[in-house]
């Protein structure tokens, strides 16, 4: 049999303009018309062995959604993706594909690897517009586990439970579901919409999601556990780091989660039309090089008042966090960069920041680990002249949610320490999964924390407590 001829390029996502995508906050993706998803799907390998499959966090099937795509078959597909993830639009469209499932894709050892995350967006988005189907759901369990947070972990874990037949209830601080998917993701690249369909399944499927509910205040944990059967703790990591530097407590100096949280969940952009302002001022400047840095810099571009929009990174463009098309989007859209180049301190005027005094970096020779450090260049410092600051360096668990219950240990970070099989806590039937353990990492590996803690819990469901009994 001839060996099938491999096409090196793959097809191109469409995608709105940069000139006329600044102007507004619609999502930059156009997406696949089904003929160049069909087109673009026929140059998967169907490989046998599938190591993008390996490579992804919750083990989606991907050749097989892939040749249903290139079949035309595209409801089957999105409904072959949700064995594995409900989440079909939403991690189409966020994942870091490159360094999981496309970094693993036999095509890209001789050309461009299979665009599956654009194929995964277009199979969820299809199935959407024709109608979800809803999952079988096993016999009901008679058991109770109240999942807190209603993010990616939160959302993998309570879809599991659910098809096993536990009753789940959701509980969410803030007046919307979806954690970070909602507050923390512009429109621009994940509408709110597409998440907000994505919940309406699993709340088809059974879930309960209480809003305005802060585990920690509003109930503890112990007062959960006399409610429910077992507790999962997927509540993200939304405290903030700021930096130690002189001048940090300036007004117009922002972290990333509150700028975020303004502008996208309480629709600061819509000011007055929404009664959340945010100052950005005409200059703004982000320090930080990950991928909330970038969303951070271009929101900041489509605010009406900014003229010019800084990322300021110690380090060079190469070792940047942020995905590679995350970094090109901003470029297209105007963003300027500042590699190379860390903030000394803030200063001030009037009790408001007016710019940062920066000093230039060098990267030094390659340490043991292979890692170049950045080291300062004496004498370059400068002012780097701003109006707006906003502080895009991580950020780690909120500790509310588990202060006062001493049977949970936390980490130096305040992570949660869980078994890292089970994912159990020192406290029996509390689980944690997803950033709360982590301290920030990727909606998919949060998700595929959420979805072997449900495997755990069920089994503690099922079968009781001892020291191995979840493994």
Same mark, same amino acid.
């Given at each position: 049999?001839?060996?099938?001829?491999?096409?090196?390029?793959?097809?191109?996502?469409?995608?709105?303009?940069?000139?006329?995508?600044?102007?507004?906050?619609?999502?930059?993706?156009?997406?696949?018309?089904?003929?160049?998803?069909?087109?673009?799907?026929?140059?998967?390998?169907?490989?046998?062995?599938? +190591?993008?499959?390996?490579?992804? +966090?919750?083990?989606?099937?991907? =050749?097989?959604?892939?040749?249903?795509?290139?079949?035309?078959?595209?409801?089957?597909?999105?409904?072959?993706?949700?064995?594995?993830?409900?989440? =079909?639009?939403?991690?189409?469209?966020?994942? =870091?594909?490159?360094?999981?499932?496309?970094?693993?894709?036999?095509?890209?050892?001789? !050309?461009?690897?299979?665009?599956?995350?654009?194929?995964?967006?277009?199979?969820? /988005?299809?199935?959407?517009?024709?109608?979800?189907?809803?999952? $079988?759901?096993?016999?009901?369990?008679?058991?109770?586990?109240?999942?807190?947070?209603?993010? +990616?972990?939160?959302?993998?874990?309570?879809? /599991?439970?659910?098809?096993?037949?536990?009753?789940?209830?959701?509980?969410?601080?803030?007046?919307? +579901?979806?954690?970070?998917?909602?507050?923390?993701?512009?429109?621009?690249?994940?509408?709110?919409?597409?998440?907000?369909?994505?919940?309406?399944?699993?709340?088809?499927?059974?879930?309960?999601?209480?809003?305005?509910?802060?585990?920690?205040?509003?109930?503890?944990?112990?007062?959960?556990?006399?409610?429910?059967?077992?507790?999962?703790?997927?509540?993200?990591?939304?405290?903030?780091?700021?930096?130690?530097? $002189?001048?940090?407590? @300036?007004?117009?100096?922002?972290?990333?989660?509150?700028?975020?949280?303004?502008?996208? @969940?309480?629709?600061?952009?819509?000011?007055?039309?929404?009664?959340?302002?945010?100052?950005?001022?005409?200059?703004? &400047?982000?320090?930080?090089?990950?991928?909330?840095?970038? /969303?951070?810099?271009?929101? &900041?571009?489509?605010?009406?008042?900014?003229?010019?929009?800084?990322?300021?990174?110690?380090? #060079?463009?190469?070792?940047?966090? &942020?995905?590679?098309?995350?970094?090109?989007?901003?470029?297209?859209?105007?963003?300027?960069?500042?590699? @190379?180049? #860390?903030?000394?301190?803030?200063?001030?005027?009037?009790?408001?920041?007016?710019?940062?005094?920066?000093?230039?970096?060098?990267?030094?020779?390659? /340490?043991? #680990?292979?890692?170049?450090?950045?080291?300062?260049?004496? !004498? #370059?410092?400068?002012? @780097?002249?701003?109006?707006?600051?906003?502080?895009?360096? !991580?950020?780690? =668990?909120?500790?509310?949610?588990?202060?006062?219950?001493?049977?949970?240990?936390? !980490?130096?970070?305040?992570?949660?320490?869980?078994?890292?099989?089970?994912?159990?806590?020192?406290?029996?039937?509390?689980?944690?999964?997803?950033? &709360?353990?982590?301290?920030?990492?990727?909606?998919?590996?949060?998700?595929?924390?959420?979805?072997?803690?449900?495997?755990?819990?069920?089994?503690?469901?099922?079968?009781?407590?001892?020291?191995?009994?979840?493994?």
């Amino acid at each position: 049999m001839a060996k099938k001829e491999i096409r090196k390029v793959r097809v191109p996502v469409p995608e709105r303009e940069p000139l006329k995508r600044i102007k507004d906050f619609k999502e930059v993706k156009i997406g696949y018309s089904p003929q160049l998803a069909v087109e673009e799907a026929k140059r998967c390998l169907q490989c046998p062995h599938s +190591p993008c499959v390996d490579a992804c +966090p919750v083990n989606v099937p991907i =050749p097989q959604f892939i040749k249903l795509i290139a079949e035309g078959k595209f409801v089957e597909a999105a409904r072959k993706i949700k064995e594995e993830n409900i989440m =079909p639009s939403v991690c189409g469209r966020v994942c =870091p594909q490159e360094i999981q499932c496309e970094g693993a894709c036999v095509v890209g050892k001789v !050309g461009d690897p299979v665009a599956i995350g654009a194929l995964e967006a277009f199979a969820g /988005d299809h199935e959407a517009s024709v109608g979800y189907e809803k999952f $079988e759901i096993k016999e009901k369990s008679g058991k109770r586990v109240a999942v807190v947070g209603s993010g +990616p972990a939160g959302i993998a874990c309570a879809a /599991d439970l659910l098809k096993y037949g536990h009753e789940v209830v959701i509980f969410e601080a803030l007046h919307e +579901p979806g954690g970070v998917l909602i507050y923390g993701i512009p429109e621009f690249r994940l509408p709110n919409g597409t998440v907000q369909r994505e919940l309406e399944f699993l709340k088809e499927m059974g879930a309960e999601i209480r809003l305005n509910f802060v585990v920690g205040k509003t109930a503890t944990i112990y007062e959960l556990l006399e409610e429910f059967d077992a507790v999962f703790i997927g509540s993200g990591a939304g405290l903030p780091y700021l930096l130690n530097v $002189e001048g940090i407590n @300036l007004n117009g100096i922002y972290s990333a989660n509150e700028f975020l949280t303004r502008v996208n @969940l309480m629709r600061a952009y819509e000011f007055p039309e929404y009664d959340t302002p945010v100052f950005a001022g005409k200059r703004l &400047a982000v320090i930080g090089g990950g991928n909330t840095a970038m /969303d951070v810099a271009r929101t &900041a571009v489509r605010l009406p008042d900014t003229e010019e929009v800084y990322v300021v990174y110690r380090r #060079s463009e190469k070792e940047m966090p &942020a995905r590679v098309e995350e970094v090109r989007h901003a470029k297209e859209e105007g963003v300027i960069f500042k590699t @190379l180049t #860390s903030p000394l301190r803030f200063v001030g005027e009037e009790g408001w920041v007016k710019g940062i005094e920066c000093i230039k970096m060098e990267l030094s020779e390659p /340490d043991e #680990s292979g890692r170049r450090k950045p080291v300062p260049i004496p !004498g #370059s410092e400068f002012i @780097l002249e701003v109006d707006s600051v906003v502080i895009a360096i !991580g950020q780690g =668990p909120n500790p509310v949610v588990v202060d006062g219950v001493k049977e949970i240990r936390r !980490g130096k970070k305040g992570e949660i320490i869980v078994d890292p099989e089970t994912f159990m806590t020192d406290l029996p039937g509390v689980f944690a999964g997803g950033d &709360a353990i982590r301290g920030g990492s990727t909606v998919i590996v949060a998700m595929g924390d959420g979805r072997k803690a449900a495997k755990s819990i069920h089994k503690y469901l099922t079968q009781g407590y001892n020291s191995s009994s979840t493994k």
